[in-house]
């Protein structure tokens, strides 16, 4: 491809410039050099390995951890024109050898694979005969036991040094710190590589801890005082529908988001809240990934996240405009002492984890040493009250299995049927040999699900009305009647949660292989939990200075978080001063408040920002349509 990398940029992202620190990590690659690339949330990371793959021949290998990242970027080139495929979970042997055929000589110039995929001696095989243009490994601080989302599936990917010695590779993640830095490098045997690293400072974002009695008030006052759009954080699903049922009472415009809603509900309510006709979403951790809405003016948190690296990356959604945004956090008296609760009370250990798992394996019905890549369905709700499981416990335990590549738990809203036959093989002959209508239903069922005679049997319906060239609406049709005839029982179920198995089922024996992970992972969690108390506590020392010391860099105190502007408020003679400089030269101007810092430059800019801020709440000074102030006329 002859074209430049501002040119691609141009044609399939419509940028003119590239963001800080893009056009030289793509520079380097081109160079053939390995990378490692740390931007924030929001940074660009994708288009600096996606443009070089672009500019080279061949296809570029990318490793990662999430499905839904993998589905999410897929169908962002796709939308682009770009070629690009993936090698999904749950899929037959046959289907993989065609994908990997595609991927092979199809001309395409993605191929998206989780780290667990990559370990199938087939795959591994067919990608050394590839002609490979780039390596790229995303979210790479899980390659590190330091790491705060550590999967040991990625130690392993050392593996592709092997298969392809001469391709380059880059590492990309918006968080790591010094320690998870130097570790990616050496898991990868970086040789000839560059770093680097775009600063986390956000002179525009202003961090924020409040305490309160009333959350709910607080949040209230802040939405209706601060206009634009928001994201509230809240910590389950039941919170974003009673949080945004509450702002929309009090005249708001707000939509829940979680894991639970239908994949028509979750694009019906971003797109609402990104066009801005709903400015408020009120969210799980669930919303984040692919987020480029640039006019987020406020991000809050009514819940502690359960590390500094979430809470980063969460609150780095705010400002990415570079105007001045807010990331708040909202505490009562007892938000410590509750967070530190509900770790203990949520925090599976290996007894537990080793307990859910042969509980999972049961209520799907999965045979010792059986299930591996297979896909299942369930109701999370029906298996923890069928077996007497809190919900956050194992919903964590089901999390952390997934971490460590014993299965891949993903959310899902779906509509399944179960069945099941209620006469045996040779009465269900006799029966359709009589009736002929129901001869090819009960035929293809008996021969497609072996276990459909002694339990039920998740099948899809659409891929039966497919198969058999019916209609699925004559297909529930034809099971109600063979129901009414007590042939078959049949049931609709709403599942919600996904799961494939990574591997056979050998339960003690599963988990012990990843114990010392597992064991590590909860100590190291801990400790995170405990630095985000830490800056909880933070009472005189700058927001933004101890979360950019957590990443390894040193900066100033930025004198707008709400540390900064409580030490300013101990020196009031020093703000009566401003108050008085700013009204002064007001007095018969209008003036816009660069050039107010620029005529008083004995005062810090954040100084007088606030000052202004104080003079037009106490209707001293007013703002004019062009954004200049004025002394307001008494």
């Known amino acids: 491809m002859n074209s430049t990398p501002k040119e691609l940029l141009k044609t399939y992202w419509g940028h003119d410039e590239f963001r800080p620190l893009q056009e030289e990590v793509i520079t380097s690659i081109l160079q053939g050099k390995d990378v490692l690339t740390l931007m924030p949330t929001g940074g660009g990371k994708s288009v600096c390995f996606q443009i070089p793959a672009l500019l080279q021949e061949g296809i570029c290998i990318v490793i990662s951890p999430l499905v839904a990242l993998i589905a999410d970027q897929v169908a962002q080139l796709r939308e682009k024109g770009i070629k690009a495929i993936s090698l999904s979970s749950g899929i037959t042997t046959s289907e993989l050898e065609t994908l990997l055929n595609n991927a092979e000589f199809g001309n395409y110039k993605f191929l998206y694979l989780s780290p667990e ?47 392809l010695p001469n391709i380059s590779i880059i590492a990309v993640t918006a968080t790591a710190t010094k320690r998870v830095q130097e570790d990616i490098i050496s898991q990868l045997n970086f040789k000839n590589h560059q770093f680097y690293k775009t600063s986390y400072l956000r002179k525009n974002l202003s961090y924020g801890v409040y305490k309160t009695q009333d959350k709910n008030h607080l949040l209230l006052q802040i939405l209706k005082k601060q206009q634009g759009a ?9 919170q974003t529908e009673i949080i945004s049922a509450l702002l929309n009472q009090s005249g708001l415009k ?17 797109e609402l809240w990104f066009s801005n006709s709903h400015p408020i ?8 990934m692919g987020i480029d809405k640039a006019d987020v003016r406020l991000v809050i948190h009514l819940h502690l996240p359960a590390s500094i690296e979430n ?9 990415r405009d570079g105007k001045q945004a807010f990331a708040l956090l909202l505490q009562t008296a007892n938000t410590s002492q509750k967070l530190i609760q509900q770790f203990e009370a949520q925090t599976p250990d290996i007894k537990f984890i080793k307990h859910v798992y042969r509980k999972l394996s049961s209520y799907l019905q999965i045979g010792y040493g059986e299930g591996f890549d297979q896909k299942f369905s369930l109701q999370f709700s029906d298996f923890c009250n069928r077996y007497k499981l809190y919900k956050s416990k194992t919903y964590n335990t089901l999390q952390i299995l997934d971490n460590n590549s014993i299965i891949r738990f993903n959310e899902v809203f779906r509509n399944t049927t179960e069945i099941q036959f209620s006469i045996n093989a040779r009465a269900l002959n006799n029966f359709s040999n009589n009736n002929p209508k129901y001869g090819t239903i009960c035929d293809y069922l008996s021969r497609n699900f072996p276990g459909i005679h002694s339990y039920k049997t998740a099948v899809n319906l659409s891929k039966v009305s497919s198969d058999l060239m019916v209609s699925q609406n004559n297909i529930q049709l034809l099971l109600e009647k063979l129901a009414e005839q007590e042939i078959l029982s049949f049931e609709n179920k709403k599942n919600d949660i996904e799961v494939t198995y990574l591997q056979p089922r050998e339960d003690d024996i599963t988990i012990n292989s990843v114990s010392k992970y597992i064991k590590y992972h909860l100590k190291h969690k801990q400790k995170k939990v405990q630095n985000m108390l830490e800056f909880l506590k933070l009472e005189t ?41 700013v009204l002064n030269i007001l007095e018969g101007k209008e003036l816009d408040s660069r050039n107010i810092i620029e005529k008083l430059p004995i005062f810090e800019s954040s100084i007088l920002i606030e000052t202004l ?12 349509d062009n954004n200049t102030y004025c002394i307001k006329n008494k």
């Open 117 to 163: 995929r990559l370990q199938q001696e087939l795959v591994q095989k067919r990608i050394q005969q590839m002609n490979v243009s780039l390596i790229a490994i995303d979210e790479a601080h899980c390659i590190s036991e330091w790491g705060h989302d550590f999967r040991p599936a990625y130690l392993k990917l050392n593996i592709l040094r092997e298969l």
């Open 230 to 238: 928001a994201i509230v954080y809240v910590a389950t699903r039941n």
């Open 254 to 270: 707000a939509l829940p988001y979680h894991g639970g809603l239908t994949s028509e509900n979750k694009k019906k309510h971003f």
């Open 281 to 288: 979403i009120v969210a799980t951790n669930a919303f984040g």
């Open 311 to 319: 809470y980063f990356q969460e609150a780095g959604r705010a400002g």
């Open 541 to 581: 020392h700058c927001k933004s200075k101890y979360l950019l010391s957590y990443f390894g860099e040193e900066t100033a105190d930025c004198g707008i978080c709400s540390a900064c502007i409580k030490k300013k408020k101990t020196a009031p003679n020093l703000y009566k001063e401003a108050e008085t400089a």
């Open 613 to 624: 801020r104080n003079l037009l709440e106490n209707n001293q000074i007013s703002i004019q």
